[in-house]
């Protein structure tokens, strides 16, 4: 399918339900190494979010998988993609599986800079 070429491997941080010890929150994660096709949104795309967070850095990413926004109910931390050197949240994952090209559609915002964790290991 025409969607492969683009791909390239990426780290995605997926976390597990959060725990709460001595007063602070933790939540086990494992890094993955995905196959993704990102790319930065469009300026449509940028002009149909809410006027304050169109200056916030955000990217789209295409994949077979379902990455997972943050589930305040569950406690389940967002997924985090690794990319150019600092680390985005997902914000939502959508299947679309209305053409032969199934795929998931995600996006990703970045995390401040304040908040950013250390970078993934690297790993052969």
């Known amino acids: 399918m025409a969607i492969g070429l683009f791909k390239r491997l990426y780290t995605v941080r997926k976390h597990g339900a959060q725990t709460i010890t001595c ?5 086990p994660y494992t890094d993955v190494r995905t196959m993704l096709n990102v790319q930065p949104l469009s300026p449509d795309e940028l ?13 789209k990413t295409y ?3 379902k ?3 943050a589930d305040e109910y569950d406690g389940v931390p967002a997924d985090m993609l690794f990319y150019r050197g600092q680390w985005y949240k997902c914000k ?3 299947d679309w599986n209305h053409t032969m ?11 401040p800079e304040c908040d950013q964790p250390d970078p993934p290991e690297v790993t052969p």
Do not use: D, M, N, W
């Open 101 to 111: 090209l199934s795929h998931y559609r995600s996006e990703f915002v970045i995390l």
């Open 67 to 69: 990455l997972t926004s």
């Open 47 to 59: 002009q149909a979010l809410p006027e304050g967070e169109r200056t916030v850095k955000r990217v």
């Open 92 to 94: 939502s994952s959508v």
């Open 23 to 27: 007063g602070y929150a933790s939540a």
């Open 63 to 65: 994949g077979a998988g």
